[in-house]
């Protein structure tokens, strides 16, 4: 079942343009972070604290249908506010290109976040340089269909 709720954009404005170039475009366009090269997935989640959907743009994490939602913030000592909002509510959707689906978060622990780990960084090997910035264990969501 698809999230209802009034969007509220990011007060970042680069999120906003791409989010909307994203959505547009089905994912044909503003499809990379930042014009990197390395894929981005849109995650839309239930504000923590507002109730509102928000938007956000994250790295492409997949493996067998499931997906990662890597909370980094760039090595920030606190965590993203999205994070905040999967834990409150965990069911988001996400689109990966034209398809949009609903997904179910759980935060990962132990040998199943150590497995993840490694492939996310794999897939963006900055991930790396991140957590060795900050003193936080940078926390992963496993997003798998609902």
Do not use: C
Not at 69 to 76: C, D, P, Q, R, T
Not at 108 to 122: I, N, P, S
Not at 126 to 140: G, V
């Amino acid at each position: 079942m698809a999230l209802t709720g009034t969007y509220v954009p990011s007060t970042a404005q680069w999120v906003r343009d791409q989010v909307a170039e994203y959505e547009a475009s089905n994912g044909e366009r503003a499809n990379t972070l930042r014009d990197t090269g390395y894929p981005i997935v849109v995650i839309t989640s239930v504000g923590a604290k507002s109730g509102h959907l928000r938007k956000n743009p994250v790295m492409r994490v997949e493996r067998d249908g499931a997906y990662l939602a890597v909370a980094s913030l760039g090595g920030a000592p606190q965590n993203p506010e999205w994070y905040h909002n999967l834990v409150a509510h965990p069911e988001v959707e996400l689109q990966d290109g034209a398809e949009k689906h609903v997904y179910t978060a759980r935060i990962l622990e132990g040998e199943e976040r150590a497995d993840w780990w490694q492939h996310a960084v794999a897939t963006w090997p900055t991930y790396a340089s991140y957590q060795e910035k900050t003193d936080r264990e940078i926390p992963l969501f496993l997003l798998e269909r609902a």
